[in-house]
Nanobody, 124 residues
């Protein structure tokens, strides 16, 4: 059974940094894209970033581009710099099964497996 476990969330002041990790337990028999999403109170689920199976292709939302960096080995990471109060949310990692090593996905419905989420709070 595939499980994703996020860690690294916490509380920081604006301008600070956090690094989120998402560990995969269980065995995946196919290639997969990994992504990060977030949901703030009263707001819709929002795409943040994703990385292809090969690791060569990444994609970011406009709101985090230039501040966040996604990377992966057997774990997927989200390095978040220059954090803003509007980045406050529960962050979720997810897996989308893919047939292409450089394919990426930006929509939540394309992802099959989800972690339980980790809270990030940025104070001004």
């Amino acid at each position: 059974q595939v499980q994703l476990v996020e860690s690294g969330g916490g509380s920081v002041q604006a301008g600070g940094s956090l690094r989120l990790s998402c560990a995969l337990s269980g065995r995946m028999s196919s290639m997969y894209t990994m992504g990060w999403f977030r949901q703030a109170p009263g707001k819709d689920h929002e795409f943040v970033a994703c990385i292809s199976w090969s690791g060569k292709t990444t994609y970011y939302s406009n709101s985090v581009k230039g501040r966040f960096t996604i990377s992966r080995d057997n774990t997927v990471y989200l390095q978040m710099n220059n954090l803003r109060p509007e980045d406050t949310a529960v962050y979720y990692c997810a897996i989308a099964i893919t047939s292409g090593s450089d394919t990426y996905y930006r929509r939540g419905y394309e992802y099959t497996y989800w972690g339980q989420g980790t809270q990030v709070t940025v104070s001004s």
